[in-house]
């Protein structure tokens, strides 16, 4: 498995790893981009087939701006978890969920956003991590603020399908580059 270098990546039975450009791993995101407390959140509708696979496909290369790793918890993927460098002074943004319903509510995304949050410190020396969750998900926000986030702000932005949303700014400063 091509697991992120540099880190340990499994933590308490959670681990991640590269996202596959095979019909596995799409039939999965097939699933949980279908199911509403994701896609609520998430892609704010319901994708194809083949919209999951043109828009995850691009993101299984080692070169994607956008690398997804799969959120595994006792060898079973249940979510992804995903980053991309936000500006050219060191930060990144990230964006996961849980894809299945009875992985939710157990610690996973926070033990994900720690180790995640580990890598983007430790071996892509970033100076901040950004996350920014609709301000109704308060399921993530609270797990946010539990990893180490605080809030910055509150925006307004269109969502994926155009309608107008509330967000939550939340960030993160690497202690070791204060």
């Not at 993101?59 to 993927?77: F, H, K, L, N, S």
């Not at 978890?81 to 996973?108: H, S, T």
Request: glycine residues 8%; hydrophobic residues 35%; contains cysteine.
């Amino acid at each position: 498995m091509d697991h992120l270098r540099g880190v340990d990546m499994d933590d308490r039975n959670v681990s991640l790893r590269r996202l596959q450009d095979d019909e596995a791993d799409y039939r999965l995101l097939d699933k949980w981009c279908g199911e509403e407390e994701v896609y609520r959140y998430f892609e704010q509708r319901i994708l194809s087939p083949g919209e999951i696979r043109r828009k995850y496909r691009p993101r299984t290369r080692e070169d994607a701006a956008v690398p997804v790793y799969m959120i595994e918890c006792g060898g079973q993927p249940v979510g992804i978890v995903q980053y991309q460098k936000a500006d050219e002074d060191g930060a990144y943004e990230i964006d996961l969920f849980i894809g299945e319903a009875e992985a939710r509510n157990r610690g996973i995304g926070r033990q994900s956003i720690l180790l995640i949050s580990r890598f983007l410190f430790c071996v892509k020396r970033a100076r901040r991590l950004v996350m920014c969750p609709m301000k109704d998900n308060l399921p993530a926000v609270r797990c946010y603020l539990g990893c180490g986030f605080s809030e910055a702000g509150r925006f307004t932005a269109p969502d994926t399908v155009g309608v107008v949303q509330e967000y939550v700014r939340m960030v993160m400063m690497n202690p070791d580059r204060m």
